[in-house]
């Protein structure tokens, strides 16, 4: 996976919606155009599948940006109104197939597992790393806030201090420890800590995409994983921990010696499961994983 990110100005111009040519995708959205060329696009998703509302066009973006192109029907050029973003999906892959990826991969020495850890946990750059944008996990927000008052879920001042990864390392991981023994998980912008609450301005993370591996944020804790340890990403559904019902959809990392890592429930992403199963399995085809 090549650490090199799409380009996207400001204030570029040109009219609203996105168009296909022999170089790449450009898409122009307010004041706002990012420009891949065809070797940076790593897939393509539609949501729903059948009869798709939306597309994502998947690519390399600077965090805190998503790691694609949101596209609907009214973006769609003349020519491909008629096909639909079915007929997108469809150009995109055919321009995918004669490229080919590539990008040769990073530029730089690729980070061993503690080192993508320890920058990740202290919300350093790392070159083409991308995150998946973060919802407000299971029961809401108001949920959680009840649950913290409640005491009911103490344990996870883990949960997203480890799954939503702190500003301080080592609070992370003392806090992802204890969250580990008690169990359960609140939100990281719940506590009453002053660098979880500028974590959340920072926007908090539950799974970081890099050309060194992956760093997943699980009820246990924050984990890293080397691309060749890293099996598949697959969405199923669980019961939330210490209940038998009702099953949830979660984000589910199976390992190449054939454990599963750990899974980490829908409702902490942002989007629709299949897409962030899509973007993290197109990320981790691309590492050659």
Known sequence: MSDEWIDEREGAGGAP?????????????????????WEQVFGVALVPEVEPRRAFVLVPRRPPEAPWIEIVPKDLPGELRAEGLEGLARRVRERMTQRGYRSGGPTRPLLEPPALMQRVLAREEVPGALEVPVGAGPGGWWR??????????AGGLAGLYAGAFSGSPIVALAVASAGAALGASVPVALSSSFESLRARRRRPRVLVLAPDGCVVGLPTGPEVFAWPNVARFVAEEQPPPGRESPLRPCLAVHLSDGRVAGTIDGAWFAEPLPLIVAVAEAYRGRTGG
Do not use: E, H
């Open 144 to 153: 959680r806030f009840l649950d913290v008052f409640a005491g009911g879920s």
């Open 17 to 37: 919606g996105v168009r296909l040519d022999a170089k790449g995708l450009v898409a122009t959205t307010g004041a706002r155009t990012v420009s891949a060329r």
